[in-house]
């Protein structure tokens, strides 16, 4: 899907939700007020679906002179923990976004929401129903039949009132009772069907502890925590828009603070990528990945890990946009987002990530030649490294090949190439080992060919990466594809499990060599080693002992073919 259809944007330039939170401030609303919030519930990580949730939040309070409020939405006690309101509020502040003082619990307002709950009772919109969760499933009705009435909804206000109590007080069961809203059980949208407002649930919450055995309902909880902040414009994803007048009813019947206008978008769907916090939580619980920052997880954590930026995420938020259709981006997007923002400022180093030996044979023993890099060709003001260069160095494995075609342009018998910086080397033979392994590729240099290029105007096509075996420092690289193998990895078919289409090459670990200006340097940012791709050392497991760098992309452009395959295919 391109992102071209993914996003929507009208004759001003804004998109759809802008435009409204502009027509609102225009026609005087909220005395022209611009207010959201982001509203995780603290049950897992954020991934990437939700930097595009906070990204439009955060970013609509920056475009419109509001601010934007952090509202952990802690309505479900059991599946809410510590940790995750921890990361999530690290991520945030990673991403780079400020809620400043403005850090809110849904639970906080538990006190506030049930006040409101019994108000609806006095009003005669609410009433306390001991249909079982079956019964009521029954008598709901389907989206093409009406409901019918539950018994109780006609009971006396007080009946309704002093059983609201006695299920505050504990004295119930799970599941023995519900407050319900009494709006049409013949609406056609079935969310108006007298929806649940209060369950009772004897469970430990992570703030309120044992304070209660009752829990608002996301529908009752949400539009009323929105109004309690002053939000302006309470932005959420596509399933939500059936839940709207409902959200509306609630404001229209409470006597609230203020009045927040929902406003639904399209959520993030990513190839090759599950997006479900359930599915994710999965893939941890199960040993799939190794924790939530697993550079192959979709989180945020993942992605900072593996080398994303936080202005690469934002980029690829911004390029996206936001739509009304839900749709698929391709994870070569979300790359090619990453590469945009690596290429000018990632300094340029020398890695061999498989190493085989190369030997020049005809170099003077003992004799060390120092070559200045760029440390980036499209930053003059970045600076130059020095790199040594010896008779003795490791070249890739994969760029020598025996008996190469024609068109080869790496070493084999007979070939001359370019070694970067530093001189023509022409392959003369290679040792092997009892197998048949190539071990050591020996070649002679051409001193007249000193910073790589022929005073005799000889040209070489190759143009290989190398490092020192007597400077050279051992280090780990870890390659990533993608965790699935299928486009989409919910499409798994009926008696398969999504983790059955794990991609078993996800990972692979190799030992290498990089040059020793980068072990000097330890950058905390994202490098490019020439030929590979974009690396990163990794937060977790490397140290100055043992250096470990994740590959966070490759230098080849797939974002490129995509756009290409799909003007072929047009
Ligand atoms: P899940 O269904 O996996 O549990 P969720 O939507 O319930 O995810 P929340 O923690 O409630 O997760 O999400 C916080 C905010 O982020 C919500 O406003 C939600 O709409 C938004 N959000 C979550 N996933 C996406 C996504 N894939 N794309 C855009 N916004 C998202
Ligand atoms: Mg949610």
Redesign the pocket.
């Known amino acids: 899907m391109s992102h071209e259809e993914t996003s929507a944007t009208d004759r001003t330039g804004l998109d759809f939700v802008r435009t409204a939170v502009a027509e609102d401030r225009a026609a005087g609303k909220n005395d022209g007020r611009v207010h959201t919030r982001?509203?995780?519930?603290p049950?897992?990580y954020l991934?990437?679906?939700?930097a595009?949730?906070?990204v439009l939040n955060f970013g609509i309070a920056e475009d419109f002179g509001g601010v934007c409020n952090l509202r952990f939405?802690d309505t479900n006690p059991t599946r809410e923990e510590v940790e995750y309101v921890d990361s999530i509020q690290n991520d945030i502040r990673w991403l780079g976004y400020d809620w400043e003082d403005r850090l809110f619990y849904a639970s906080d307002y538990f006190e506030q929401l049930y006040a409101w709950a019994e108000h609806l009772i006095r009003e005669g919109h609410a009433y306390v129903d001991e249909l079982s969760a079956e019964e009521i499933r029954e008598y709901r009705g389907t989206p093409t039949e009406p409901g019918r009435n539950s018994p109780w909804r006609d009971r006396p206000i007080e009946e309704s009132l002093d059983l609201f109590h006695r299920m505050r007080a504990g004295e119930f069961a799970d599941g023995a009772l519900i407050l319900r809203a009494k709006i049409d059980m013949a609406h056609p949208n079935i969310n108006m069907r007298d929806p649940a407002l209060y369950r009772i649930r004897h469970a430990h919450h992570h703030r309120t502890g044992d304070t209660w055995c009752i829990y608002p309902t996301y529908d009752f909880a949400h539009g009323q925590s929105d109004a309690i902040e002053g939000i302006t414009h309470s932005?959420?994803?596509l399933e939500?828009e059936n839940h709207r007048p409902l959200y509306e009813w609630l404001i229209d019947h409470l006597p609230v603070p203020s009045t927040p206008r929902q406003i639904e978008?399209a959520?993030?769907?990513l190839t090759y990528t599950v997006?479900?916090?359930?599915k994710l939580l999965r893939l941890v619980q199960e040993g799939f990945v190794d924790g939530w920052d697993d550079p192959r997880m979709p989180t945020i954590s993942g992605l900072r890990r593996r080398g994303y930026t936080p202005e690469a995420i934002k980029a690829f938020c911004r390029r996206i946009g936001v739509s009304k259709t839900n749709s698929t981006v391709d994870l070569a997007l979300l790359e090619f987002s990453l590469r945009e923002d690596l290429n000018p400022r990632a300094h340029r180093y020398m890695a061999v990530t498989d190493p085989v030996k190369l030997t020049v044979t005809n170099w003077p023993e003992g004799q060390v030649d120092w070559f200045e890099a760029e440390n980036n060709p499209e930053d003059p003001t970045a600076g130059t490294h020095s790199v040594p260069f010896t008779g003795s160095l490791y070249v890739e494995r994969e760029d020598y090949m025996d008996d190469p075609p024609r068109k080869w342009f790496r070493l084999g018998i007979g070939r001359e190439v370019r070694l970067k910086y530093a001189y023509f080397v022409s392959c003369t033979d290679v040792v092997r080992d009892a197998d048949g392994t190539v071990t050591e590729i020996l070649c002679t240099y051409d001193p007249e060919t000193r910073g790589g290029d022929s005073p005799d105007g000889r040209k070489v096509k190759g143009t290989l990466h190398w490092v020192s075996r007597d400077h050279g420092v051992p280090a780990e690289f870890r390659l990533y594809e993608p965790l699935f193998t299928q486009e989409d990895p919910d499409d798994i078919g009926p008696d398969a499990d999504f983790t059955d289409g794990l991609n078993p090459q996800s990972r692979t670990v190799l030992q290498g060599v990089i040059e020793p200006a980068l072990a000097e340097a330890a950058p905390e940012n994202p490098v490019q080693f020439l030929r590979l791709g974009y690396y990163v050392n990794d937060a977790r497991d490397s140290s100055p002992d043992r250096l470990v760098f994740n590959r966070a992309v490759t230098l080849k452009d797939s974002w490129a073919r995509v756009v290409r395959n799909r003007r072929e295919n047009e």
Do not use: A, Q, Y
């Open positions: 982001f509203p995780p519930e049950n897992g991934h990437i679906g939700h595009k949730s906070i939405d932005i959420c994803t939500f978008f959520r993030l769907n997006m479900s916090k359930r």
